[in-house]
Structure formats: structure tokens, C-alpha cells
């Protein structure tokens, strides 16, 4: 299937922007709406960085863990997604690029490695909802980074 990729421009620096997503623990904040039941291991930031948690979209649920896999401070944070008893893999990427004249774009593509044969039967639609859900993820992030850089700055 094809990766889908969402992105969003945020006034804070790439460096900001990578040590807000560096903690995994931050990542329920603005995925909360579609990802509950928060059970983290591992160390809180950084590669090995772990959380189990329950995806709830297009009308199913499905456990997923999510384990940082690599980093590459301040521009990318990746994340290997295994769910569906193990029938589903996938590869979720933050990406982070300075803009001029100051800022960052963000940027979130969820790439499949092996899926049930469900997913592929219904790809556009999987594909459609990802989007949805992580366009909700990135608007939600931004707001999160906003309030998280305005209260470390206090």
C-alpha cells in the first residue's frame, strides 16, 4: 500500500519541535482522539522509547505498540507500529524541516510493511482514514507544541 503523509508548518524551531516529540509519553496528548490506553517501557525518550496502546478507527480497535526505532536529532524520529496480532507493520516518520525565516514543518508519513489482506482489499479507504486521522494528529500537535514551548518558557 501506499504511505500516507500529512504535514503541517509550526512557528516553533526544529529543535523544539524534536525535544517535544522525543518524549514519548507527549505523543498522547495530540493522538488521544483515535489512540487510548496508554501503557509505556522503556526509556521515556529516545531510541528503544516504547507505548502500548489501543487504535480505535474506521470502526474497529486494534492494540498497537509503537517503539522509536531511530533518531536523528533535531530532523527525524522513526517509529516501528506493530498491530493486528502482528499481521499489521508499519513504519510511522517524523520528519522536521526548518522554513525561512524561522519555524519548522512537521511532517508524518505512516508507511505499511505488511498488512491484512483486508487493508489491501480496502487500501483507499484505509489510506483515507489514516489521512484523516493523522491531518487531526498534526493540527493537534501543533497546538500542543504551542503550549508546551509557552510553558517551558515561563
Known sequence: MKPVTVSIDVPQTPEQVYGFLDVMAHHE?????????WHYSGPGRGIGSCATVTAAL????TDVTIEVVEADPPRRIVER??????????RGTYTIEPLRPGGSRVSFTYAWARAPLADYLLAPVVRATMRRANRTVMRRLATELDRHVSTAGS
Open 81 to 90: 507500529n506493530v498491530s493486528a496480532a502482528g499481521r499489521r507493520l508499519a
Open 29 to 37: 496528548q495530540f493522538t488521544d482522539h483515535y489512540l487510548t490506553d
Open 58 to 61: 474506521g470502526g474497529t480497535k
